[in-house]
């Protein structure tokens, strides 16, 4: 019998994983507020950068709606904390954030969004018609 020796084919070069995304630059479809932190749309929704001063003003802003709910979740009314918060939004952050909106209180000074537990915010889902318990 023959073997052949075996030979690998040598490994194809790829670029490296990219596992977060960009912050967006400036743009003239939004307005940068806090240092580059949050983005300001002309529709009034604000969203938390992806970089690390909008993860932060993201967390500030998580404790200050669990400071408002009196550290409840707004789903379940069971007591929540800072680690198994997460922040729930009114509009879903789908349909690739077009309708994202991280603030935490509206125009008129409203509150909006809330916080919740992890488990309670994904069951919750994507659906848009949920209700809400306060
Ligand atoms: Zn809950």
């Known amino acids: 019998m023959n073997f052949r020796a075996y030979q690998p084919k040598p490994p194809k070069e790829r670029k490296p994983y990219q596992w977060r ?3 967006k630059k400036e743009s003239l479809r939004y307005n940068l507020i ?4 949050v983005r300001v749309y002309p529709d009034g929704r604000e969203v ?3 970089n690390a001063a909008g993860r932060d003003e993201y967390k500030r802003r998580l404790h ?7 550290f409840k979740c707004c789903l379940c009314g069971e007591s929540l904390n800072t680690y198994n918060s997460t922040f729930e939004h009114r ?3 789908g ?3 077009a309708t994202r909106d991280d603030r935490i209180e ?6 909006m969004n809330g916080a919740a537990h992890w488990s309670c915010n994904s069951e919750a889902g994507s659906s848009r018609n949920k ?3 306060r």
């Open 21 to 23: 995304r960009k912050p």
């Open 34 to 37: 806090l240092d580059g932190a």
């Open 48 to 50: 938390c950068q992806d």
């Open 64 to 70: 200050l709606l669990l400071q408002r709910q009196g």
């Open 91 to 93: 509009c879903p952050r």
């Open 95 to 97: 349909l690739a954030g």
């Open 106 to 111: 509206d125009v008129q000074g409203n509150p």
């Open 131 to 133: 209700v809400y318990v």
